[in-house]
């Protein structure tokens, strides 16, 4: 199964960029990639996925890499509501989804 | 927009008693599923539930039992609570094999 790799904490200031990496090496190619968040006592948002091609919406964008063994989330103005967990998932076996820790992103004033 | 929603935000109950927590979404999605969140454990899948009436175990079935009668509602049912079943308790919902899950604001449950 493939797993992810994240860094467990970054820092980003308000209004600056914020990038997320995660590592998949063992990602297989038929294995979307996914990413939410989750600020403390609320369930995991939502905010974007993608296969092999660089996608963005209204709240973020993903960047895959050609080999697809890693992928970055951008936040592109980071605010101080975007402080939460950050969690890259690729998804395995059906539908079931495998959390790991995360990436603690906080956005300083 | 997806709207999952949970029975309740908070619950206390005793060891022994039979616990119920419910979870309804309105997207009309075929796939639910039920998750337990602790600290630095992250999430792990409790059971899941393709269709109604269908259910399979996830990683954490033990001492859990779910019940889909109707494809809007999945409910997680603890026979037996225990103290340490005391967590957060997520439900989430999608659409089909590749499109996302969508949770609700899950429940902190606690086993007195």
């Known amino acids: 199964d493939a797993k992810t790799t994240q860094p467990p904490s970054m820092d980003c200031a308000e209004g600056r960029a914020a990038n997320l990496p995660c590592n998949h090496s063992?990602?297989?190619?038929?294995?979307?990639v996914y990413w939410y968040r989750q600020i403390h006592s609320q369930g995991p948002q939502y905010i974007i996925h993608?296969?092999?091609n660089n996608e963005t919406n209204e709240m973020a964008s993903l960047i895959i890499t050609e080999d697809r063994k890693s992928s970055t989330l951008i936040l592109p103005h980071a605010t101080l509501r975007d402080t939460a967990v950050y969690y890259c998932?690729?998804?395995?076996?059906?539908?079931?989804?495998?959390f790991g820790t995360g990436t603690s992103l906080t956005v300083i004033p | 927009d997806v709207k999952v929603t949970q029975s309740s935000r908070y619950l206390v109950k005793r060891t022994g008693e039979k616990v119920f927590l419910e979870c309804v979404q309105d997207?009309?999605?075929?796939?639910m599923f039920w998750y337990r969140q602790d600290p630095g454990l992250g999430l792990r899948l409790i059971y899941f539930?393709?269709?109604?009436?269908?259910?399979e175990k996830g990683d954490i079935p033990e001492g859990y039992s779910v019940s889909r009668e109707k494809k809007e509602r999945f409910s997680l049912i603890l026979e037996s609570a225990s103290t340490n079943q005391t967590s957060m308790y997520l439900c989430?919902?999608?659409?089909?094999?590749?499109?996302?899950?969508?949770f609700g604001d899950g429940t902190r449950l606690s086993i007195l």
């Open positions: 998932i690729v998804r395995v076996a059906g539908n079931q989804f495998y």
């Open positions: 539930s393709y269709d109604v009436k269908m259910k």
């Open positions: 993608g296969l092999k």
């Open positions: 063992t990602i297989s190619g038929n294995e979307y």
């Open positions: 989430a919902s999608s659409k089909g094999t590749n499109q996302p899950q969508h």
């Open positions: 997207m009309d999605h075929e796939n």
